[in-house]
DNA sequence: CCATAGAGCTAGTCA
DNA sequence: TGACTAGGTCTATGG
């Protein structure tokens, strides 16, 4: 790993743009901090007055433009983008960045750059745990979570609304449509399980069960109104953390 | 402006780790790439193993560790979070982030750093234009977009199940409620307007009606078994943009 | 602080 | 490719 054919201070306009075209090209990931300007048209307009900002070019295609409060960026464009990098005739290093579907442009001019470092992507990654999917694996291993004599008989049950996270039957054998929420309910998520209700058709009793560790006030009052059913769950608990 | 106290590629981790802190003390953006384990634990928990990434500190105290794929971060922590930088017995730089409420920790233990940037936070950046409410703000000005005779008399009109986007009454005096969308609305966005409709009490007709450039089969076919109507807009034409 | 809703959401998955 | 949904969503706003 050679970071050598970095941008340094003392290099002029024409060294850095090469420097930079050089890595991008070897699918290297490009961190370059210096003064821009930001122009974007696509699904929102928007434009950054020149100032000190730093840019990432990932090898994917995704560019990054991050500020200095927020963890979203200023601008970005993702990987499906086509990225070409470029020098004009007022010596300035011109990034353009098109993505199509929706067709948009990110252009990042700059009249100036520090520095900037490269390097070849590595990267190992473990996968995220605690996700709303490992929560329905853990209910469907034990939906006496959710109810004593509960009986999962299908996971994300396809209907023509949408995917019901859950579907079983009672132990007096009505059906159950059960909408899982890995953090407090809120009231979209009362419309949710509303619509598979008013969609899914049967001869059976349907009951309609949202299943969350907490639900909002309102939330609850408009679950109630629905006459469906709120299922109080221990996230710590069943992924056995404490 | 001065980048002198960057690391270094020949700097040691004690070199290296006191410089970061003291860019950071001075409430410096700063950037480092170098190998690194990161761990989260919170809403959930991830593990990443070692591997070359790129860290930024935010002056905010927002932390950001980037992948070299998705425009998304692999880790972060947000800006509420309190940031300590610290040097272990192992010789490894240890940045730990925890923010309250939800109580979460973010870890990031580097092996070895090999260079970092670090600046002042400048911008001064123009606002996005073309965001759902400068459509409301179109609409409200000229609702013949919508439908003919009709009138706004309500922006964002708070019932109790959340905020209705815009409220009138059309030609014959009927209630009009309107959920405006930027986009193609979907399948959720019917669930909202019927949210809207069921919440809403009044003693006259009331129409429900979505506002969009375009919607998907299935919401269209929703939408028609409520009985609400959709409004075609044409974005380009409303922003002048061609 | 909690609740709601938008976002250039992004990213993934499935038909 | 379109549609749908989760996300450690984040972020802004209003009560």
Not at 9 to 24: Q, R, V, Y
Not at 114 to 128: A, G, L, M, R, T
Not at 166 to 171: A, H, K, R, S
């Amino acid at each position: 790993m050679s970071y050598c054919d970095d941008v340094l201070p003392s290099d002029n306009m024409l060294e850095s743009t090469n420097k930079i075209i050089n890595a991008h090209t070897a699918n290297k990931a490009v961190i370059i901090v210096g003064e821009c300007t930001v122009d974007f048209n696509g699904r929102a307009w928007t434009y950054l007055d020149e100032g000190r900002r730093t840019v990432r070019i990932n090898p994917s295609g995704a560019v990054v433009v991050s500020g200095t409060k927020s963890v979203k960026p200023k601008n970005w464009q993702t990987s499906d983008a086509k990225t070409e990098i470029d020098i004009d005739d007022d010596n300035h290093m011109i990034i353009r960045s098109k993505s199509s579907n929706p067709k948009e442009i990110l252009e990042i001019r700059f009249t100036s750059v520090y520095k900037s470092i490269h390097y070849s992507p590595p990267e190992n990654d473990v996968e995220v745990e605690g996700t709303e999917d490992d929560l329905h694996k853990k209910l469907i291993s034990n939906p006496e979570y959710i109810e004593n004599g509960l009986k999962i008989l299908e996971h994300e049950k396809t209907i023509n609304t949408g995917d019901i996270d859950l579907f079983g039957i009672d132990n007096i054998d009505n059906e159950v449509i059960i909408e899982v929420k890995r953090k407090k309910a809120q009231i979209e998520n009362v419309d949710q399980l509303n619509r598979y209700m008013n969609t899914y058709d049967s001869d059976k009793a349907v009951r309609g069960i949202l299943v969350a560790p907490d639900i909002t006030e309102s939330a609850e009052e408009y679950l109630k109104n629905y006459q469906y059913e709120f299922s109080k769950i221990d996230i710590a608990k069943i992924f056995d953390k404490k």
